[in-house]
């Protein structure tokens, strides 16, 4: 005991004041870390009379880190980024730490001298979004010079195949980067001799055994970190995390998980499996992507607000007289209906991706870019919101239409769908958050697929100039004078801020105008996938854009009871031409609340 309280002052005095240890009870030794948050009852135990236990503080490195720390026990495994205890002996009570090391390329190395490796797995390897998603992204990270040095990636699905035919199938969707063109097929080649194939069940504990053995062959015996990432049914999600977590986590370091959407259909079954994943693994290992949180332009939101003092003033019910949100498919289910008609649009978009484009939107200044403290203002807004009522939501559903002389099919023509379906592809809605800053300003939602075009934009229209000396040049309309924000996420990236010019000339004519920043024109360089940052973010420990458990309890209470009503009230959807702008009923929804939408003018075409 005498030694490791030596050795418990040695690490006080290498780690600074973000290390404490203390006895005799619940203590801590907090560690920096990228938001590292850990429960204390995650490890513990006790020596003669001395009885301890660990968690973990959040101390911050002044830069990202991407050093593995690793804290085991005869019995318990947990793991993050920063340095860390490698070993915790309880039988003789010893304390063994090991510091961050870097070798001249940037390589992580541990206390014995070998280099760090990181190996993801992706679990539902020969489905569509890791074909065309995941895969890519993965190799874009690597060409760019963002994985590891030492990194592996292996498939695991039910499907048989050999490394040779996953190679095949990856490098079919994989490119390289417009401006950085050179040398593209070594790269690919080099790329896929990492990647190779483990067929298996989901739920078979013995099948991830013979992963584990697989990827400690490719790991080298160093310290080793391992991401799973779960593109799979939800219905599996928990048999591969208990599969995962027992059968093949990394003994000496950090074990995480990626679980894709949908994350349960309402608050009941969403618990269901946030207590199913919890029985195998820490929150700290859950990554929830919502993959719209990786955009540009959405991350860029925190960005253009706190960095800009003409913005940060204007943010509130004072200046702002409603926001929208608006997301656009100009296609619709495509012969793949079977799983969109048991979610339904407003599960599929609004629910997450929408909600979380809004809560980022409106939340209070966070203390600090920690993970945990924009996490901590995004779930106060959601929990600020007014309940939503079936009578500020309006339902609609897509059917055929001629079109140039083409025939588009409705969505019930899909063989994939019932043909008495009444699952929405078009919803709108009228949200309001109960606070000091935007209590009165409704927030508008509108996401549909079938409809004119492709678009994702978050619109900022505020308020009437008071008096203004120039409303005659406008006529009636004083929507026409207003100054609008747009925030376009997809396609063609950009921020413009409609404002009212004088035309040049001898008389008093007035116009409205773009202050424009169109992303495409100002950077040269190609806008990373969303899915390339997450996953990077996945790898390096950053959480700030998954979404915290509470978050997303928050999100199903505000949607269950509407979604349920809904069901129970069987509400037929109003029908609109496939091709069109949406059902009619959203235009009386939004006049209801004095707005306009937005992305309807004519100029919202050319912007």
């Not at 998980?257 to 079954?269: A, H, L, Y």
């Not at 508008?444 to 008071?466: C, D, S, T, Y």
Request: hydrophobic share 35%; with cysteine.
């Amino acid at each position: 005991m005498a030694a490791a309280g030596a050795l418990a002052q040695s690490v006080i005095g290498d780690l600074g004041s973000c290390v404490h240890l203390a006895q005799h009870g619940v203590r801590q030794i907090g560690m920096p870390a990228a938001a590292v948050r850990m429960p204390s009852e995650s490890l513990h135990g006790s020596t003669g009379r001395l009885s301890w236990r660990l968690s973990f503080n959040s101390c911050k490195w002044p830069t990202r880190m991407r050093t593995p720390l690793s804290v085991s026990a005869a019995h318990a495994i947990v793991s993050e980024d920063g340095l860390g205890i490698k070993t915790l002996n309880d039988s003789s009570g010893s304390l063994n730490i090991f510091k961050k090391e870097e070798t001249s390329d940037g390589a992580l190395i541990n206390s014995s001298g070998k280099e760090s490796a990181v190996t993801i797995t992706v679990a539902g390897a020969s489905g569509d979004l890791a074909k065309k998603k995941i895969f890519p992204a993965l190799f874009a990270l690597y060409y760019e010079g963002c994985l590891p040095k030492h990194f592996t990636i292996y498939g695991y699905a039910r499907s048989k195949m050999t490394n040779e035919q996953l190679r095949t199938m990856i490098s079919q969707t994989l490119t390289c980067r417009i401006d950085q063109s050179g040398n593209c097929g070594d790269k690919i080649e080099k790329f896929l001799q990492q990647c190779f194939y483990h067929s298996g069940q989901y739920n078979s504990e013995e099948d991830f055994s013979q992963l584990d053995k697989d990827l400690k062959e490719h790991e080298g015996g160093g310290l080793a970190n391992r991401l799973f990432y779960l593109s799979v049914p939800p219905d599996v999600f928990i048999d591969v995390a208990r599969c995962a977590s027992l059968r093949a986590s990394s003994l000496k370091g950090w074990t995480r998980v990626i679980v894709e959407k949908p994350f349960g259909r309402d608050s009941e079954s969403s618990a269901e499996l946030t207590r199913g994943l919890k029985n195998y693994l820490t929150e700290e290992q859950i990554y929830r992507i919502d993959h719209y949180l990786g955009k540009e332009l959405v991350e860029n939101l925190s960005v253009l607000r706190f960095s800009n003092l003409v913005f940060e003033p204007l943010w509130s019910r004072q200046y702002i007289r409603n926001v929208q949100l608006i997301f656009s498919e100009d296609f619709g289910t495509e012969g793949r209906g079977g799983y969109f008609d048991s979610y339904g649009i407003i599960r599929d978009i609004m629910q997450n991706h929408l909600l979380q484009i809004l809560a980022l939107f409106a939340m209070e200044p966070p203390i600090s870019l920690d993970a945990e403290d924009i996490r901590n203002e995004k779930v106060k807004v959601l929990r600020s919101m007014r309940p939503l009522h079936i009578e500020d939501v309006v339902v609609g559903q897509y059917k055929s239409h001629v079109r140039g002389g083409v025939k588009y099919p409705g969505y019930t023509d899909d063989k994939t769908v019932p043909s008495n379906s009444i699952t929405p592809t078009f919803a709108a809605a009228a949200l309001f958050i109960d606070n000091a800053r935007w209590d009165g300003v409704p927030f508008l939602m509108k996401a549909g697929k079938a409809l004119h075009n492709r678009r994702a934009e978050i619109r900022v229209q505020f308020r009437h100039v008071p008096g203004h000396l120039f409303k005659r040049s406008f006529g009636m309309d004083l929507d026409q004078a207003t100054n609008e924000l747009v925030i376009r996420v997809q396609p063609d990236e950009a921020i413009y801020l409609k404002i009212n010019n004088k035309v040049p000339g001898l008389g008093m004519r007035l116009d409205r105008s773009n202050l424009n920043l169109l992303y495409a024109d100002r950077y040269s360089r190609e806008i990373p996938d969303a899915y390339e940052r997450l996953l990077l973010d996945a790898i390096e420990g950053e959480r700030r854009l998954f979404i915290r458990s509470d978050e997303l309890d928050a999100a199903w209470s505000l949607f269950t009871p509407l979604l349920k009503e809904l069901e129970a009230r069987k509400v037929v959807p109003e029908l609109y031409p496939y091709g069109s702008r949406g059902p009619v009923g959203a235009h009386y929804l939004a006049a209801k609340y004095n707005v306009r939408w937005g992305d309807l003018g004519s100029e919202s075409q050319n912007a």
